[in-house]
């Protein structure tokens, strides 16, 4: 048996899945721009402070990002559920934002000169293109799963 998700209290409401469109891309966008605030802090500080290896300091970034940002999200943007066949799909997007999201920051921090801007830069291209990802497959597949 897959491990059920972990509960967050966010709010007292019932969860449904029929929130709409616009208050579900405005939810997104904070839940994100929060969990990007903490992913770019411990990839930055994994790669500057600690001496990190690119893949090794956004990894550990990505793995606290997205872990926030699917539990808010999936209470308070989405209100769904707990469901294990959610969870597993989230973890199989996951994998493969992870993939996206760590591989163009590697590519992208190889091609241009190691500074702090060029790797801010990297991380906003990179957690822009996992981003879209993942709200487009979690909005139209994932939180439609039972």
């Known amino acids: 048996h897959a491990p059920m998700p972990i509960e967050l209290p966010l709010d007292d409401e019932e969860a449904s899945t029929d929130v709409d469109l616009k208050t579900q891309i405005v939810r997104f966008v904070a839940t994100g721009a929060g969990s990007a605030v903490l992913d770019y802090g411990l990839t ?9 290896a690119y893949p090794i300091a956004k990894a550990g970034g990505f793995l606290l ?44 921090s190889h091609i241009w ?17 996992a981003t879209v990802i993942n709200f487009v497959v979690q909005r139209a597949v994932i939180f439609k799963i039972a």
């Open 44 to 52: 930055m500080f994994l790669q500057y402070v600690l001496g990190a």
């Open 65 to 108: 990002g997205t872990t926030v940002a699917y539990l808010i999200n999936r209470r308070w943007t989405f209100r769904a559920e707990p469901s294990r066949a959610r969870f597993v799909a989230v973890v199989v997007l996951y994998a493969v934002t992870f993939a996206v999201n760590v591989g163009l920051f590697w590519w992208l």
């Open 113 to 129: 000169p190691e500074t702090l801007v060029y790797s801010t830069l990297a991380f906003v291209i990179a957690q822009g293109v």
